[in-house]
């Protein structure tokens, strides 16, 4: 069965330290994995996805199929990436998305 | 935002009464969904819908209906309300499907509870 574990419920960190946010995977085949944000008062939506290794916004996220990881990284965390992440995985030829239990980034002054 | 909404935002209502949300989009996407947001479980699939009159379930689709009659308007359905249904619910749409790495559109929540 598929399924997407973020081990973290809550994450603080002060403004300017680097930040990683766990997702790990289980899926047999080839995913699609995204990283979706949710911030105060906003409605969720894509930050950035595995196939097209953009950095937005400063994150990063790295497919290491070895690790069934994708962990969302920032070297300097700021206060404005306070919200709600959520690691997402699509199956190969689905249309759906499988969510993660979500974690929240606390960027403190 | 996409053009996404949801309606009612808000709705208190009682145990076994029926209760139906609404999804409207103006972006004529094929793909529409339904997720329920719970702390602890993060978001969940209920339903989704794959063009019009095309519907399959999700992961908690017990004690849950949907419809779809028009490629605007996704509608959802709670026949008999419990307190476990208490959440609040997110529409989202997608042009492609994830298949294709589709990006997902979601719309602004509906916090539904039930007394």
């Known amino acids: 069965a598929q399924r997407v574990t973020q081990p973290e419920k809550l994450l603080s960190v002060f403004k300017g330290a680097p930040v990683e946010l766990k997702c790990n995977y289980s899926y047999s085949g080839s995913p699609e994995l995204f990283w979706y944000v949710q911030y105060s008062r906003q409605r969720l939506q894509l930050l950035l996805r595995h196939i097209s290794r953009e950095s937005i916004k400063g994150f990063t996220a790295d497919l290491n199929k070895g690790e069934t990881s994708f962990h969302l990284k920032k070297p300097f965390a700021q206060e404005e990436d306070s919200a709600m992440y959520y690691c997402a995985l699509s199956a190969y030829n689905t249309d759906k998305l499988i969510f993660g239990t979500g974690t929240r980034l606390q960027v403190f002054p | 935002d996409a053009g996404i909404t949801q309606s009612p935002r808000h709705k208190v209502t009682e145990t076994g009464t029926p209760v139906t949300l609404r999804c409207h989009q103006t972006e004529n996407h094929r793909y529409m969904y339904w997720y329920r947001q719970d702390p602890g479980h993060g978001l969940r699939l209920i339903h989704y819908?794959?063009?019009?009159?095309?519907?399959d379930k999700g992961e908690v689709s017990d004690g849950y209906s949907v419809s779809r009659s028009k490629t605007e308007d996704f509608l959802l359905t709670l026949e008999s309300a419990t307190s476990s249904q208490t959440s609040v619910y997110f529409c989202a749409i997608s042009e492609s499907g994830q298949g294709n790495g589709g990006e997902q559109y979601f719309g602004p929540g509906t916090r539904l509870t039930v007394t």
């Open positions: 819908s794959y063009g019009v009159k095309d519907t």
